[in-house]
């Protein structure tokens, strides 16, 4: 079975739906999302819709730290994070509220891990940017493969028989084989607020069958999202990542 | 590792015979299996107690390439072991010898020599096709196809260019084999294909001489003099070896990567073409050079940190293609012949080291004796060969990047799909005459190329009208 896995959707509906648009074409068994449905985006109530019928559908969801803030006044987010919320809160029913409130914060499949942020304390939400941090993630699970969000940056970590972590560069767009005699984490790249220079929306599949992981990049139309971000009144500089991609 | 490999040892299907080869890294097995009848072999890496870092990792290299790469020139994988029982790579298994047997018996007589080269260059050629880099080319890691062609082997220190390099940070000496390891090798580099161009070159050499170009260092340290030490020319160990070998050798030995062939395809190329070899004062040479030359190159070379890679395998294959030109040299397709060349001359802007391979084809008639002489007493092959030349002067290319074939053929799209499968070429430029009632039925050469040649195939065509001025 293929899993395409998402994260980091922020609430961009342009780019989830090209993200969506691509992913039909290629035979995926089941979607796989990392959380943060909503936050920075212009189309919260849209974005959380599509998902809750996705997982009807049978698609899996964790819960981000966005998410999370929308039924908790969270002061862990910065100043721009908490506008965005604050801006997002009265848009959202009690359905989307309770569907957001409701995810889990990480999920088993086989030997698979889902989690938005570090798999040793989820619910801090910290940051697996370096090979330090990802041991920590490796250190508190015996699954073999560890998939997470929240970076916004792809990003591919193996870990070795004697145990060191090493971050491995891998090629857009193709298949690499995350061999068995070590364990993985991937940071899947963000579908609705890249942060690595392409301004561009991120997912990847991963063959289950074939064991192997493809970091995907998507095009998808930026200017209307930006747009959007401009005519809601949301913080100038969320479109301006948009725009740049960083 | 949990179970260690021994004779009757049973697993996963599996059952191991007799053991084949011990080596430093793995020992080699003879296996069965009851749903296999392919004759395999099983390679099992020896993993020490304790820390075994490059064996292990250079294992977990090999089960990544190897399962991604087809064709005759690599073994067949028919199975991998989970390093959480015993850790294998289950191969068919080629009969015979590796390439160490022969390099025993070298210098091996010319005739010899130039197959046995022209198959190890094919092989590598291939492989690289395939974005691996090898890394590690010496005799013992060629086997031999009954069918002839070479079998690479013993991926444990190769790299695909589209795979994470798992040994890119791991160690800190540089890995390879002494005798054959290219100096950006030395220096750190793992990503230039014509390192493994090098290793060819310092086998070949073997091969003509019988002597290794930089001996056998036994220190690492013995490895960093070919920065600057010259092998002595080939011909000062065996006079009778033609001049254009040597050119071909001592281009593949350069130090710097950019003065060697850039691809393996151009390499085998002019071993198959020596007559069209440009020699210089590199095929010439008697003696290495002096101590003068030596110094002057030591003063630069041991500062220097590294060599420019290629981008990319795949940007480098590009870079330097094989095209073939199909020119058709009759009087009434000179305004074809010119658009042609001007098709070439551009797409050189963008390939800078592309090779051309300049083709005319003479059509033969299938039954009879050819009328080969016209009445002047002008052989037609020879005069072909001349229009070749002058058609292509205006590429103003230097004579080692191109090359002028006339081939005899009753059947002229057969012989242009042929040569470009012989040559590896990338892709064939040619011209199509114009439309006309016979060629409708009958079918053009240009369209029997564009169907059934193995490469790209472009097809110039004059605007409707100018065909006839």
């Known amino acids: 079975m293929r899993l395409a896995i998402l ?23 089941r979607i796989v999302i ?51 919320i604050n801006w997002t809160r009265p848009l959202l029913d009690d359905g989307h509220r309770a569907f957001l409130a409701g995810l889990p914060m990480t999920a088993r499949m086989e030997d698979l891990l889902f989690v938005h942020a570090s798999a040793n304390a989820p619910e801090d939400w910290i940051y697996v940017t370096n090979e330090s941090r990802a041991l920590g993630a490796f250190r508190s699970t015996d699954a073999r493969l560890i998939f997470c969000g929240h970076v916004h940056q792809p990003a591919l970590m193996s870990h070795d028989l004697s145990g060191s972590v090493r971050a491995q560069r891998f090629p857009m767009g193709l298949p690499v084989p995350l061999i068995r005699s070590r364990r993985w984490l991937a940071v899947v790249g ?56 960083a | 590792m949990r179970v260690r490999p021994t004779e009757g040892l049973q697993i996963d299907g599996f059952t191991l015979g007799a053991q084949l080869h011990k080596g430093g890294f793995a020992t080699v097995w003879d296996v069965t299996h009851p749903d296999h009848t392919l004759p395999m072999v099983m390679k099992v890496p020896t993993i020490l107690d304790g ?17 991604r790469l087809s064709g005759v020139h690599v073994p067949k994988v028919v199975a991998i072991g989970d ?37 190890m260059a094919a092989a590598v050629h291939d492989l690289h096709r395939q974005h691996v880099l090898h890394l590690d080319l010496k005799p013992a890691n060629f086997l031999q196809r009954p069918s002839g062609e070479m079998v690479l082997v013993d991926f444990g220190l190769s790299r695909h260019d589209q795979l994470p390099d798992l040994l890119a940070e791991e160690f800190t000496i540089p890995m390879g084999t002494f005798p054959y390891i290219a100096p950006e090798q030395y220096l750190r580099s793992r990503d230039d294909p014509r390192s493994d161009l090098f290793a060819l070159g310092a086998m070949i050499y073997e091969l003509a001489t019988g002597k290794m170009p930089f001996g056998a260092p036994d220190k690492l340290k013995g490895v960093r003099k070919r920065l600057w030490r010259d092998p002595v020319p080939p011909r000062a160990l065996r006079p009778e070896l033609p001049e254009w070998l040597q050119e071909i050798i001592l281009k593949a030995l350069e130090v710097d990567p950019a003065h060697r062939y850039q691809t393996a395809a151009q390499m085998v190329f002019d071993l198959t073409h020596p ?35 290629p981008p990319s395998l795949s940007a480098q294959m590009d870079k330097a293609p094989i095209l073939m030109v199909a020119v058709d040299l009759s009087p009434d397709m000179e305004m074809l012949a010119s658009s042609l060349l001007r098709a070439v001359q551009r797409m050189l802007v963008i390939q800078p080291d592309a090779r051309v391979a300049c083709v005319n084809v003479i059509k033969t008639a299938r039954i009879g004796i050819d009328n080969i002489t016209d009445d002047d007493g002008t052989h037609l092959h020879v005069s072909r060969l001349v229009s070749l030349r002058a058609w292509a002067d205006a590429l103003d290319l230097p004579q080692e990047r191109l090359t002028f074939t006339v081939l ?61 001025a």
């Open chain 2, 275 to 309: 007559a069209q070899v440009k020699i210089t004062a590199r095929g010439r040479k008697l003696a290495a050079d002096g101590w003068r030359t030596v110094f002057a190159r030591w003063r630069v070379m041991r500062r220097v940190k590294g060599f420019a890679a």
């Open chain 1, 34 to 84: 990392l959380g943060d449905i909503v936050g920075y985006g212009p189309d919260p109530v849209w974005c959380t819709e599509k998902v809750m019928s996705l997982v009807q559908a049978g698609a899996l969801c964790i819960m981000g730290n966005h998410d999370q803030a929308i039924g908790t006044a969270d002061d862990a987010l910065n100043i721009t994070a908490r506008r965005a």
């Open chain 2, 83 to 119: 390093f959480a029982v015993m850790p294998y790579i289950v191969t068919e298994r080629i009969p015979g010898d590796s390439l160490l047997a022969t390099f025993t018996r070298a210098p091996l007589p010319m005739s010899d020599l130039l197959e046995v080269m022209a198959r």
């Open chain 1, 190 to 245: 963000s579908v609705g607020q890249a942060r690595d220079g392409v301004a561009a929306a991120g997912y990847a599949l991963f063959d289950m069958a074939q064991n192997e992981l493809t970091f995907r990049r998507v095009p998808y139309n930026v200017a209307t999202t930006v747009a959007k971000v401009r005519a809601a009144g949301l913080p100038e500089s969320l479109a301006m990542r948009l725009q740049l991609g």
């Open chain 2, 408 to 468: 005899e053929n009753p059947d002229p799209g057969t012989a242009i799909i042929d040569y470009a499968g012989h040559n590896n070429v990338d892709h064939i430029l040619m011209g199509a005459r114009g439309h006309s009632s016979t060629r409708r039925y009958l079918g053009s050469v240009s369209s029997q190329v564009v169907a059934e040649a193995p490469c790209s195939v472009t097809v110039i065509r004059l605007p409707e009208g100018r065909q006839a």
């Open chain 1, 7 to 29: 994260t980091d959707i922020h609430a961009n509906r342009e780019a989830l739906a090209a993200v969506l648009a691509d992913l039909a074409q290629r035979q995926v068994g």
């Open chain 2, 51 to 67: 820390d075994d870092a490059p064996t292990i990792v250079g294992f977990e290299v090999e089960q990544m390439i190897m399962p």
